[in-house]
């Protein structure tokens, strides 16, 4: 799902998950803090629930006793643990993944006004492979996680809303990706950036969207990265700082950016941010080449070298490797 007329960046996120074999984050990390807080309380806290303890046995990687602790009291309603549960069969942990399963963990605790299952079951119907897919319910169950105040749901719901009315959600939309922004979620924060560049949905404001655009940098989205960097160098919103725009695209081109490796290759040709490097640049042009996304000015820079710069430039491809 894309936001219509913004960045085809923008689309339907989950939580970055964690591997497997580590002490995972809850399935509540958008803000359900129940069992944080009783496995923090201290020495003067009660005895630990059976709860606590699925969820403690959760976050140390026993998910075979986290099951066996929390399954009894799903059963009988708990949608703490039926979220749990749904967590764990939709990530395979311990057991075999399993999205029916998942499906049916997450339903319940949905119905049960479970912020974070109403979020994953509604993905789980858009995606409609362990169940029918059905967009109006998964719709519902987003502005309800939404409305409770799930980041991810947040900025979701505000997709949904410009998808549904392309010419007239973005204010409605703005409201919700906001939220979303100031809680850290980078989409939301590069979709507000988007919406302040523009004009749409929100007073036009070339500094706020520079903000939120930083923010999204930090963050470490990549293409908020680049955007950045381009502001930064070109002095938009707010003034030039080459130097720093340069460090931003320098990452993004580490990553293996090909839009970045090939602003990095330009850079360096004309000492921008940085100072000029014939090598590094034909480097840079070299990887740009390799990734489809040179052009003619740095293609007639690399014919225009001496057999050793290119030589040299080439061996340093060829010992790149991203990330």
């Known amino acids: 799902m894309v936001a219509a007329g913004l960045s085809a960046s923008l689309s339907p996120v989950l939580a970055a998950e964690p591997a497997a ?41 026993y998910y075979i006793t ?16 039926q979220t749990l549960l749904g967590e764990i069969y ?28 109403q979020f994953r079951y509604a993905m789980i119907l858009l995606e409609g492979s362990a169940v029918s897919r059905d ?20 900025y979701n719901y505000g997709q949904m809303l410009i998808e549904s009315s392309p010419s007239g959600g973005f204010t409605d939309a703005a409201r919700y990706f906001e939220k979303a922004a100031k809680a850290g979620v980078p989409e939301a924060q590069y979709a507000m950036s988007q919406l302040f560049a523009s004009g749409r949905g929100v007073t036009e404001d070339l500094q706020k969207a ?36 340069f460090r931003f695209l ?18 360096y040709k004309d000492g921008i941010g940085t100072e000029p490097n014939v090598v590094e640049a034909a480097k840079w042009a070299v990887l740009a080449k390799r990734t489809k996304n040179s052009d003619a000015v740095l293609d007639d820079f690399f014919r225009g070298l001496d057999a050793a710069a290119q030589k040299a430039a080439l061996e340093a491809a060829n010992r790149f490797r991203s990330g």
């Open 250 to 267: 320098r990452h993004a081109a580490a990553l293996g950016n090909p839009i970045a490796i090939n602003r990095v290759a330009h850079l």
């Open 210 to 245: 520079r903000a939120f655009l930083h923010a999204a940098a930090l963050n470490g989205f990549t293409i908020a990265q680049i955007e950045y960097g381009i502001w930064l160098i070109n002095g938009k919103g707010g003034p030039a700082k080459a130097e720093e725009g």
């Open 90 to 117: 939709s990530r395979g942990l311990g057991v075999k993944r399993d999205m029916k399963e998942a499906a049916r963990w997450y339903e319940a605790a949905a119905k049960a006004g479970k912020p974070e299952a």
């Open 66 to 81: 986290a099951i066996e602790l929390a399954e009894p009291l799903a059963n009988l309603g708990d949608p703490a643990a």
């Open 135 to 154: 967009e109006a319910q998964a719709r519902d169950l987003m502005q309800a996680a939404a409305d409770r105040g799930l980041p991810l749901a947040e």
């Open 21 to 61: 074999d580590t002490a995972a984050a809850t399935p509540a990390a958008e803000g359900e803090g129940e069992g944080k807080a009783a496995l923090s309380a201290g020495p003067a806290a009660s005895q630990p629930s059976k709860a606590d303890l699925a969820y403690g046995a959760y976050q140390r990687g």
